[in-house]
Nanobody, 119 residues
Framework: QVRLVESGGGLVQPGGSLRLSCAAS????????MGWYRRAPGKERELVAV???????NYGDSVKGRFTISRGNTKNTLSLQMNSLKPEDTAVYYCNAEITSRGRRNEYWGQGTQVTVSS
């Protein structure tokens, strides 16, 4: 069974930094694009950042210049470096990936990790 597990969330003061990680496990043949999404209370889920298999990246307008997405050397891991955090970045952050397993390609989501930016 394929799983995505996030880690690294927590409470941080405005202007601070956090690093989120996501690890894919299970019977995996290949992983396509991976990304981070977030959902704040009372709001719809929004794109934070995505990264393709070639390393091309795309960021949501609200995080450009502050967040950096990267894939690990093993290609089964994903990170999000978040700098200059603002209270409006408070949300549950979800890891997402397109994964081919047992001959089938599906979209997978992690369980989410809470990020709270507050003084």
């Amino acid at each position: 069974q394929v799983r995505l597990v996030e880690s690294g969330g927590g409470l941080v003061q405005p202007g601070g930094s956090l690093r989120l990680s996501c690890a894919a496990s299970g019977i995996i043949f290949s992983i396509g694009p991976m990304g981070w999404y977030r959902r704040a209370p009372g709001k719809e889920r929004e794109l934070v950042a995505v990264i393709g298999i070639g390393g091309n990246t795309n960021y949501g307008d609200s995080v450009k210049g502050r967040f950096t997405i990267s894939r690990g050397n093993t290609k089964n891991t994903l990170s999000l470096q978040m700098n200059s955090l603002k209270p409006e970045d408070t949300a549950v952050y979800y890891c997402n990936a397109e994964i081919t397993s047992r001959g089938r390609r599906n979209e997978y989501w992690g369980q989410g990790t809470q990020v709270t930016v507050s003084s």
